[in-house]
Every structure is written in C-alpha cells, then in structure tokens.
C-alpha cells in the first residue's frame, strides 16, 4: 500500500533560498577550548532566564560573543577533527542555520548542546515577542507589536526549520551516509552519475515489517513487482529516461511515505500493548505495560508523542515482534480518516522542509525546476538508492518532529 501524495500538492513557490553571506567574524578569540564553549553556553541559558524581557540588549551581546567564540574554535580546531565532511543539498538561510552546519562538521560533540541553546533561544524570542503584543493590545503601540511579532516569528520559523534540517543531516551522518548532492551537479551530457548504493545503511534503520512495506514501496516505483533478485540485480544496471520533475514527485512522496511509516508503525505497536494489557495474555506471551505509561501522551492522539524520547520510543517500538495482527494487515485496515491522520504532516516546518529540500535537490543553481524540466538518463539503481534515501528522510523527520517541538512549539499543518 503506498500512502503516497502528489509532490505538486506542495506549494512550491520561492522554495529554494538563496544564499546569504554570515555575519560572523570568524578570526577572534580563536584560544577558547571546547569546555569553555560548554561552559558559556550554559551560562547563557541561565543568564537568558534571569534577565528576561528587561535584560534583552545584554542577553543577545552575550550571545553573538558564545557564537563567535564557538565558531573560532570549530574553525582553529577542524583539521584535528576526525569527522569525514558532511553533505546535504539544502543550504541553512538563518546565522544559526550555518552556525550548526559548522559545528556539525568540525565539532560534533558540541552540536546537541548547540540545538538545544538555539531552539530554547528561538523560543524565548517568539514567546516574548508575542507577550509584548498582547500587553500592548488597547495601546496606541499596539499596531507596532503586532508587525514586530509577525517578523520575529516569521524570522524564528526559519531557524528552526534549519535546526530541523542539519538535526536530519547528522542522523543520516550517524548511519555513514553522506546524502545525494544537488541533481544538477551530478549531471554530465544529459546522463546522472551513479551513487553508492548504501542500500545496507538505508534499510538498517526500519524494523522487519515496515522493511517489507518500504520494499513494496521500491518495487512497485521502479515496477519491479514479482520479479526474482537476480532480474532485478540485472536490470538494475540499466539506463532509462524520466523528467527531472518527475523525479522530483517520486522523492516527495517517498518522503511522505517514510513519514507516514512511521506514524503507522507507532500507532501499530501501542495498539498491540494496550491490547495486550487490556486482554491479559498467558504467562510469558506479550508485554504487560501499564496503561500509566501512556496516559502522560494523551491515549486521544497516540500520534501526538513530543516528549525529548520520542525517538527511542518510536525505535522501541517498532522493533517488537509477536504473534499479533501484522503491519501491513494493520495499514490495509485503516479507514480513510485514519488513514489521512497518519499520513499527513503535522508541523508546517516539516512541509516547508520536505519542499524546500526536493526543490534544492532537483532544481538547478537558480532554484528553477518546470522552467528547465530536462529529460536525464538515469539507471534503476540510482532511482533506487533516490526512493530509500528519500524513505529514511520522512523517517527522520518524524522523529525530529517530535523532538523539536517539545522544545519549541511548532506551528499546525493546516492543509
């Protein structure tokens, strides 16, 4: 069963940003060490709660100085870094965008620390901005703080759509694969370069029945249903021709479709325990779990889990294996408003990424797709890897999702 939407569902206009110089100065204070950096950084989320809205200026000085301090020494110390560089299609618009990028690739052990100061920072500034609108509603500055919310909200959505994005590149580092490169770079004479299949890397991350499903997934894309190993392993080295944009909507949908998975393979696997707990099962068949462990989630929503676990959660999960109804029968059974609960996007700024994301892999260096939608001969294979790589991407970014916005409150998907 493919949950799969229609890529031009997506409102694509503007989607892929243009570049934007940083404002960092990337030669000062280069002799700070890696504790130090750790150490500022805690100090400037205590700091931020204690000053609040009267110690703003100060707050955001102090700030700018930690940026700086921590990029110098990422800069002075990435020679010695024993990280491989990490590729992703997308650039970061926002300072903090880049900043992270930076970290991620020179000093990693820093980067959870640094996403954490930058969503709790995002979400002190919104938060606040917000605030002071409503204190000012009924005042002649009223209109004022309106517009001043408006923007600083607008300018946190995307911070943290980029936080999002590089939280998705360093998972797809964790499991060594370096993502696919703009379409357009790899293009020679019409024909697309081959990549590394990873097919091993990409497919270790799914348990054994949403692996099932994913392959379904890949078969009936490349139209390879009912074909034996060997024939696919032979016409996998074959050429075919497909539109760029055409191309583009496969990896879409395939995106959603990893993020749909996931949602279902949750929702799956609490059902499987509440019905277990509520059956009571012989000694030594199932889990009993107590229904306390789920109250904490909402039982109304089980799709809504937030908390800072949800991706242990959801791995968990997935994972568990028994004599109960299987997934896919489980899927199949879904009735159409289950089905659209699961497979939609919860969070505005997953939308944005999956869209802006595709447009930067398969648009060309001026952001243009429908304009310049050329035919490219491209092999089975390279479809392939294409629709797991965009599989795991969905995956990712429903565990990103969740963890996020337990830090900061995103915004509705309301289409």
Request: hydrophobic share 35%; aromatic share 8%; proline share 3%.
């Amino acid at each position: 069963m493919d949950c799969c939407v229609p890529y031009r569902r997506i409102p694509i206009n503007g989607a892929l940003p243009s570049a934007v110089k940083s404002e960092w100065d990337f030669k000062v204070l280069s002799r700070f060490s890696s504790s130090d950096i750790s150490r500022n950084l805690s100090v400037s989320s205590q700091r931020r709660v204690k000053l609040g809205f009267g110690g703003r200026i100060g707050d955001w000085n102090d700030r700018r100085s930690i940026r700086k301090v921590s990029i110098s020494a990422a800069s002075a110390e990435s020679s010695h870094c024993g990280y491989k560089t990490v590729v992703w299609p997308l650039e970061p618009r926002s300072s903090a965008g880049k900043f992270l990028s930076i970290v991620l690739q020179n000093q990693r052990f820093l980067f959870d620390l640094a996403v954490t100061e930058q969503l709790n920072e995002s979400a002190f500034d919104r938060d606040g901005a917000i605030s002071r609108k409503q204190h000012s509603e009924g005042s002649p500055e009223s209109c004022l703080h309106r517009r001043i919310a408006e923007l600083k909200e607008q300018e946190c959505q995307i911070v943290v759509e980029d936080v999002m994005y590089m939280l998705i590149v360093k998972k797809f580092s964790e499991i060594q694969v370096t993502m696919v490169p703009r379409l357009s770079r790899c293009i020679r004479h019409g024909r697309v370069e081959g990549w590394s299949s990873k097919e091993k890397e990409l497919e270790s991350i799914h348990s054994v029945e949403v692996l099932k499903m994913v392959r379904e997934h890949v078969a009936t894309i490349l139209g390879w249903r009912g074909t034996s190993s060997e024939t696919q392993s032979r016409i996998g080295r074959t050429t075919t021709q497909l539109r760029r944009l055409k191309l583009g909507q496969i990896y879409a949908a395939s995106v959603m479709y990893g993020y749909f998975l996931k949602s279902a393979c949750l929702r799956h696997n609490l059902d499987q325990r509440l019905a277990l707990t509520n059956h009571d099962p012989p000694h030594g068949h199932g889990i009993q779990v107590p229904l306390a462990e789920f109250h904490g989630h909402g039982l109304e929503n089980l799709n809504d889990l937030s908390d800072d676990s949800t991706d242990t959660w959801a791995t968990l999960l997935c994972q568990v294996s028994g004599k109960q109804e299987k997934l896919r029968s489980y899927v199949m059974g879904f009735d159409p408003e289950m089905l659209q609960r699961c497979a939609k996007i919860k969070s505005q700024e997953a939308v944005n990424i999956i869209e802006k994301h595709s447009w930067a892999l398969f648009g060309d260096e001026m952001g243009a797709l429908e304009s310049d939608d050329q035919m490219i001969d491209i092999t089975f294979d390279s479809i392939k890897r294409l629709v797991l790589e965009a599989v795991t991407f969905g995956s990712f970014l429903w565990d990103v999702e969740g963890y996020v916005d337990s830090l900061y409150r995103l915004k509705e998907n309301s289409s």
